[in-house]
């Protein structure tokens, strides 16, 4: 995660923009609109290697990003997940919650098989970027 979070594309993610203390990444899997991470720029396996400044910094941009992706796609919830055991550097799964989603059900992030064209992609990174860089 260290190498690619700041990459255009890889694998899973497209590069929205680069935010204070971490890189937003629109997921690949849009199977929630919206799915989006937040990872950390330095490296930190876990929260409380970060200094106060760090880790505050850090969950605004969260914050940030969740504000514009409730904006965008009018989730009825979002979930903000710091998982890490696959993948241990700090980052946050900013996870839409949508009307029939069963609030139930345990939480895959990787659930569902939507996936969007490249040029949908590319519109979907750009609406997010200029919701964060313009506001609502
Ligand atoms: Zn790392």
């Known amino acids: ?42 490296h ?19 914050a940030w990003v969740g504000a514009a992706v409730a904006d965008l796609f009018a989730p009825v919830k979002l979930d903000n ?13 900013v996870l839409p919650q949508y009307e029939g989603d069963d609030p139930l059900a345990p939480i895959d992030v990787n659930a569902g098989t939507v996936r969007l064209t490249p040029t949908q992609q590319a519109e979907r990174v750009a609406l997010l970027r200029d919701r964060l860089l313009n506001g609502a």
């Open 1 to 42: 995660m260290c190498a690619s979070a700041h990459l255009p594309t890889n694998d899973d993610s497209d590069l929205v923009l680069e935010l204070r203390a971490s890189f937003a990444r629109l997921q690949r899997n849009q199977t929630r609109p919206g799915y989006t991470t937040v990872i950390l720029k330095r």
């Open 44 to 62: 930190a396996s876990e929260l409380y290697e970060l200094p106060p400044p760090a880790l505050k910094a850090f969950w605004a941009d969260v």
């Open 81 to 93: 997940l710091v998982l890490g055991h696959q993948v241990p550097h700090v980052h946050c799964h």
